[in-house]
């Protein structure tokens, strides 16, 4: 476990906006290859800790390292679903294209290579087939897809996925689930922020749990099962300790 | 028919409307440029806000007698421009309720300047060419027109340009900021040229009606295409194209220009509306 590269870690960070602590004392680490889930009640700070990591914003005290060949921008991010984007005229390759625009700096078209690289992402989420339909037309699970996809053209190492099933029915969040897990099992590091313990428990490696503006927990998955804090949390969301 | 061509094929010797089916059709066309992605960012109303604002600033250029009101109404619309566009997070007052509240502040203001200080003996047939669209349009000079020209290139330029990025931060300003897109810049590059496009389009269908020219070609696209280009090209061409009509009906019937001109946008909007029923159902 030790030889697998510290991707991003999170030193003594407190996070708010203009003076005011949202949330203190966050310590953790991300390594090549993790399946991390943060967990948290809404409120708690997970979007405010979402945009530290992206690098939108820096923490008041303490400091985030990047490392392993993972850059400012190069977090592939799953965003949660805006309005805007629900009735969007916009095929589905030209939304996974849009991916690649980290790369293109000032270059105002996408060369060969970033095409391919939409081509490939495409295919790799089977969704291939869906290129030229429109975004608005699909179901909400191929919705998803067609953004993993993207968030795959921006960065290949590490995934952060914001509430990635919301809105979709108990087969389409399954079915995510498992596309996500396959990623991580293909090398690709995932950070999750969920409300949903079965599906961390059911699938995640490492455990952040933030509440009352602090850090509760951080460690793996097993050693949060037998925390208090792990118990307690899943037995009031109603899930099954034995995962 | 034949006599309609003829008469339109006099009139079109003539250089002032020459000048203003070119104003015309360029304004047209990068006000549906810029449209689709107003409509799309829930930005439809500031056209309608800027414009207001565009005409309090030319109620205290008219008032201070100065010449050359480009000058003060420019540097002003394009501040509030900015001002509203950058407003969209964060701020005590929505985005909506910042739109309405300088739109109508800026007109209610406007309106009571010229009445208070104008010297001029029509104040109503005045205030009112400015809200409907006068017949300036008619009496360009060459120098406006080249004006226009320019201002239209190098909009239609840096459109093409910022094509990819434009769509991205439109389709999701989170996602691109994570990915290193300067989203800011091109938030206020659009804010930028939405005012400039206000400010020539008050020439030619007047403040109240520059709304329409910006998000009916882009409604109607929406409508029909499906993906980002085809919307692009289909708001242009519809806006172009009900331009080129309006004018020409107005020149002949000798009707109001702006506001045949949206007569023309909301006629093809219905069309494309029929359209897209029958190619759900």
């Known amino acids: 476990m030790s030889e697998r590269e510290v991707q991003i870690s999170c030193v003594g960070c407190s996070l708010g906006y203009e003076g005011e602590t949202v949330v203190s004392d966050i310590n953790f680490e991300v390594r090549a290859g993790d399946y991390l889930c943060i967990l948290g009640e809404n409120g708690s700070g997970k979007s405010t800790l979402v945009k530290a990591l992206l690098g939108l914003k820096s923490p008041n005290t303490g400091e985030i390292r990047r490392g392993g060949g993972v850059g400012a921008g190069e977090i592939g991010y799953l965003p949660q679903q805006t309005v805007v984007q629900r009735d969007f005229p916009a095929s589905v390759r030209e939304i996974v294209q849009s991916g690649c625009l980290g790369k293109t700096g000032l270059r105002p078209f996408y060369n060969a290579a970033e095409k391919a690289l939409a081509a490939k992402n495409m295919e790799r989420l089977g969704i291939t087939d869906l290129a030229k339909r429109c975004y608005r037309e699909l179901s909400g699970g191929q919705q998803q897809r067609v953004l993993l996809a993207r968030a795959l053209c921006a960065a290949d190492k590490i995934l952060l996925l914001d509430e990635p099933v919301t809105g979709l029915d108990p087969k389409a969040q399954l079915d995510l689930y498992e596309l996500i897990s396959k990623l991580n099992k293909n090398g690709i590091t995932i950070i999750m922020v969920s409300h949903d313990i079965n599906a961390a428990m059911m699938f995640s490696s490492h455990i952040l749990h933030i509440g009352g503006q602090k850090q509760l927990f951080f460690g793996s998955k097993d050693d949060y099962m037998n925390s208090p804090v792990g118990r307690s949390f899943i037995l009031s969301e109603g899930g099954e300790i034995d995962g | ?281």
């Open chain 2, 1 to 281: 028919m034949v006599e309609l061509i003829e008469k339109l094929q006099k009139y079109f010797t003539l250089p002032f409307v020459q000048y203003a089916m070119i104003v015309g059709l360029l304004i047209a066309l990068c006000s549906s440029l810029l449209g689709v992605t107003l409509v799309l960012k829930r930005f439809s109303f500031i056209g309608d806000g800027l414009s207001h604002v565009a005409f309090g600033a030319m109620a205290v250029a008219i008032v201070a007698g100065i010449t050359n009101q480009m000058l003060i109404i420019m540097p002003v619309t394009v501040a509030s421009a900015i001002l509203l566009l950058r407003t969209g997070q964060n701020t005590k007052i929505k985005g909506d309720a910042a739109v309405a509240m300088i739109s109508v502040g800026a007109l209610a203001l406007g309106y009571m300047l010229i009445n208070i200080f104008s010297k001029s003996a029509n104040v109503a047939g005045d205030v009112c060419s400015t809200l409907f669209g006068s017949t300036s349009i008619l009496t360009l000079t060459k120098l406006e027109v080249q004006l226009c020209i320019a201002l239209a290139a190098v909009v239609v330029v840096l459109f093409v340009l910022f094509y990819n990025k434009l769509f991205a931060v439109t389709f999701d300003e989170s996602f691109s900021k994570a990915t290193g897109v300067k989203s800011d810049i091109y938030n206020l590059l659009i804010a930028i040229v939405t005012a400039v496009i206000i400010v020539l389009a008050m020439n030619l269908v007047g403040s109240l009606l520059i709304s329409a020219l910006i998000i009916f070609p882009a409604l109607s696209a929406m409508r029909v295409f499906k993906s980002f280009l085809s919307v692009i090209i289909c708001s242009a061409v519809i806006s172009v194209v009900c331009a080129a009509v309006g004018l020409m009906v107005s020149i002949l019937m000798s009707t109001p220009v702006g506001a045949t001109i949206v007569s023309a946008d909301i006629a093809v909007f219905f069309i494309f509306w029929i359209i897209s029923l029958f190619k759900r159902g």
